[in-house]
């Protein structure tokens, strides 16, 4: 018999007990005349969208499909959870799917801690006006936390997938390297109005299970993450700016002439431009200009 571990116990013992709930509240409902009161389905929901969340937290997690089955179907025929209840040996664990998503969810922490960064440095500090980009990256954070507890990464292991603090931090400057502000600020505010609210719930689900959401030994400290981000940000600069070489520089300097006191001509000259005294020459220079009549419509 293959025994789960701590985190994975305290996981199946929660999912277990709310179908156990969610079961007790349907046999109540039973029991009414007339449609339950406003307090049934409050507690209905409660348990339901709890255990989904701790449902998709465990997939994420690797717990087993069929010790997740398993503790549905007993909490849902009224068994609680004990110790000594006999788990079915599990099948294959995907794992290639599992360390993906992982990563993935890793890197966009790295991502978004990186255009955070660069938004305060456009701002000249943090921005008081929205604080929606530093919500996310709490609610990913701590549900990222809470599935390497599950899974029981090391740091060792997690240095093999995504690297060290200072891996991270290069990384995630690297991806802004030579991005303009305006870009930045796109992107900013599309991560920004990503719903985190799945993340959310899965977290909070896996802290009331008593999986530790707030620190793991695979992932660095939030804050370490965001300053050493930070300081390896390179400065940001506008599109206009970035797009600029000297050459462009010295055609725009040669094209604006000089205003003095004498001249209040603001003519912008050009190399290929005809001088003042030069006629035009082209295909149809001297020719009668010839206008087609109101009358014919050639549409």
């Keep these: ?35 339950p009161p406003p307090q049934w389905f409050g507690a209905y929901q409660h348990h339901a969208i709890a255990r989904e969340n701790l ?35 599990p099948g294959p664990t995907d794992w290639d799917r599992v360390l993906r998503d992982l990563s993935e969810d890793v890197a966009r922490i790295r991502e978004w801690e990186a255009l955070d960064a660069a938004h305060q440095q456009l701002h000249h500090g943090p921005d008081t006006t929205s604080a929606s980009l530093r919500t996310n990256v709490t609610a990913l954070s701590m549900r990222t936390t809470g599935v390497a507890n599950l899974l029981g990464l090391t740091a060792d292991q997690a240095t093999g997938l995504w690297g060290e603090l200072d891996d991270l931090a290069a990384a995630g400057a690297a991806g802004l390297d030579g991005v303009a502000a305006e870009q930045i600020r ?20 896996l802290a009331t299970a008593g999986v530790d959401i707030e620190a793991s030994p695979a992932l660095p400290a939030a804050q370490a993450l ?72 050639p549409w």
């Design 186 to 205: 796109h992107r900013w505010h599309t991560a920004a109005d990503t719903d985190t609210s799945g993340w959310a719930g899965q977290a909070a689900t």
């Design 1 to 35: 018999m293959i025994t789960p571990t701590r985190a994975q116990t305290r996981v199946l013992k929660a999912i277990q007990n709310s179908s156990r709930a969610l079961a007790a509240l349907l046999t109540e409902a039973a029991g009414f005349d007339g449609a």
């Design 226 to 297: 965001r300053t050493a981000i930070a300081s390896a940000l390179a400065p940001v600069h506008a599109l206009f700016l970035a797009a600029r070489d000297p050459e462009f520089g010295a055609a725009l300097d040669a094209a604006i002439p000089d205003i003095d006191q004498q001249s209040s001509s603001l003519e912008v000259l050009f190399s290929n431009a005809p001088v003042p005294d030069e006629p035009f020459s082209g295909a149809n220079a001297g020719t009668v200009p010839v206008f087609q009549s109101a009358q014919v419509r």
């Design 55 to 89: 449902i998709a937290a465990a997939t994420a997690g690797a717990v087993p499909a069929a010790w997740l089955d398993q503790a549905r179907a007993r909490g849902e025929r009224g068994i609680g959870w004990r110790a000594d209840l006999y788990l079915t040996a």
